[in-house]
């Protein structure tokens, strides 16, 4: 079992950064491959961002690029997700996900999730 606990979210101007970090506890870390996840009201959930075991690779969502960047402490056992030049738009419940498999932008193939921290952008 991993536990996962996000923290960071809140509310910041357009234009604006934050920074969210998830914490994990239970069995190796370096053993999983990390992501990122948001879901807005009514809509699906959308992959955001994924970083390898060694975090040696990461993807991005083509509408984040350029402007979040995920990286990952295996001593600390977090991951974290900067995120600058915020939009409206960006305003979700974001949710960190681990998986033993490669990286994949699909939902289902998350076996861990986190609770939540909701990231809200005004205009």
């Known amino acids: 079992q991993v536990q996962l606990v996000e923290s960071g979210g809140g509310l910041v101007q357009a234009g604006g950064s934050l920074r969210l970090s998830c914490a994990a506890s239970g069995r190796t870390f370096s053993s999983y491959v990390m992501a990122w996840f948001r879901q807005a009201p009514g809509k699906e959930r959308q992959f955001v961002t994924a970083i390898s075991w060694s975090g040696g690779s990461t993807y991005y969502a083509d509408s984040v690029k350029g402007r979040f960047t995920i990286s990952r402490d295996n001593a600390k056992n977090t991951v974290y997700l900067q995120m600058n030049s915020l939009k409206p738009e960006d305003t979700a419940v974001y949710y960190c996900?681990?998986?033993?498999?490669?990286?994949?932008?699909?939902?289902?193939?998350?076996?861990?999730w986190g609770q939540g921290t909701q990231v809200t952008v005004s205009s």
């Open positions: 996900a681990a998986t033993p498999r490669g990286v994949t932008p699909k939902g289902s193939d998350y076996d861990y």
